[in-house]
């Protein structure tokens, strides 16, 4: 509930502070004494527009600060957008310079003028000459619909169905995407898989062939060197094996004078059988060395071929391998994501089918419910002086060619709450077209007519704090009293603020609040205070029989005061 609100340097008044308690409080006084002031006032805590010449004269701002105490399930939602309250409190405070330019914060933290007006959009409805009306807002109609009986879980069905059914479309999308990117490669990846796949180079080739490529094209020279190699060690005259011979024989001689020329013998023999292996082993190497233009041309073929390859695929025959290995996997993968988004679009196509089951069951209910509580709210007009009203609630689907959501063959928008859009239409008067609500309902009317509607759905409307301002405009004692006693209904489940000039709605309130201006030196202040039982008796008095109050007045005053008493207690 609204449990306080603080008001400095807002049009006539200078400070004032008022604490308002649960159920209904009654705010009476003379017209002009400033009761419109203080609505303005909580009209601009809870977002509405802000204007420089609701400063009080001489100062430089104005500040409106209000304190609402809610449930733990209304914190959560009320909540949502700014950092939250560690308790179940809420302090609203805007700002207003004389600059234009004006602040909003919730509990001390700074926030923007849309996420105030989101909050207040929670906490409280102010029906009369304001713009922050849920009523008169065709997007909140679907709430009070659903809230009037509506079955919950058809509520929760669809809401669930279309999330679940809208991450199906966007993974739809996102393979489709997909798809679409590797389609767009598939011609490329596929011509360098088989171009790579045709050369079939295998590990290490190329460091093969780039050696045999050099023999090849060195075998003459290797020839001659070999041929050299051979007379120098073994075949030609004075050849290495043939001094080691000699040298071989000399020592052998000496070995009778000295064993250890025996010894250096044998080594000279060692010497030219390793000499004699050396050669051994270059000849047969060389042997399979011959000059084959053939073989040279095929294997620098391949060479320059591996050189194309890595100038294109990354510089190196391991790169090659490796672009060879991405492009076999994304092709790969294309095949395989082919198969997801089949099994995804037919989850989508399910779930889409689910999706418009759901949503034609909650419209069924919700035509239902409608044309219960078109009849509940017909009624209640009628109790409430308004006995030619007609009200409708209409409820259709709008056409949308980009969604993908069909009902009966048509595409239509859809939202978490389902596909309907509902407004009310209303017509007051005999022979009046009816006209959607905002558009023929003045203030005391819209008064009425969202006390007819919150009567109605008293026990679903989850805001706490329901503010009134000309609800008793034109309207007779007899209805009066219907509308008093309505509001003190209302009150047993809101907290609800009232303006009124009605004895018979002022002598139901819970709490009474007087709103008087006073002149001090040459400055006009408006003051507001909670009055006593005594106080009460004379101020509905006033109401009564205006600023002459008679014993008959004062009579009148305390039987509707006990009436009222006598009616709480039954």
Known sequence: MLKQITIRNYALIDEMSVAFGPGLNILTGETGAGKSIILGAIGLILGERSRTDIIRQGASSAVVEALFEVSEAMVREAAAGTDGPDSGSFLLRREVFDTGRSRCFVNDSPVTLNQLTALGDVLVDLHGQHEHQALLRPERH????????????????????????RQLQEKWNDLTQREQRLKDQRELLEFQSGEIRLADPKPGEEETLTREE????????????VGSVRDTLYEGEGSVQERLSSVRVLLGELGSVDPAFQEWADEIDSAAIQVQDILSRITAATDRVEDNPGRLEEIRERLTLFGRLKKKYGGSMEAVAERLRRAEEDLARMESLKDELLRTESEFEAGKTALAQACAALSDARRAAGRRLERDVQDALAELGLPHGRFEIRIDRREDARSWLRMDGVPVSVSADGTDRVEFFITLNPGEPIKPLAQVASGGEVSRIMLALKSVLADADRVPVLIFDEIDTGISGRIAHTVGRKLKALGVRHQVLCITHLPQIASMGDAHFSVSKRVAGDRTFTVIRCIDRDERTLEIARLIGGEKVTETAMATARELLESRTESSDG
Not at 214 to 225: D, G, M, P, T
Request: charge should be neutral; aromatic fraction near 6%; proline fraction near 0%.
């Open 214 to 225: 050099s023999v090849l094209r060195s075998a003459e020279r290797i020839a001659r060197a």
């Open 142 to 165: 679907l709430d009070y619909l659903d809230n009037s009986g509506v079955d919950a879980s058809l509520i929760r069905n669809v809401r669930e169905t279309f999330h679940s059914v």
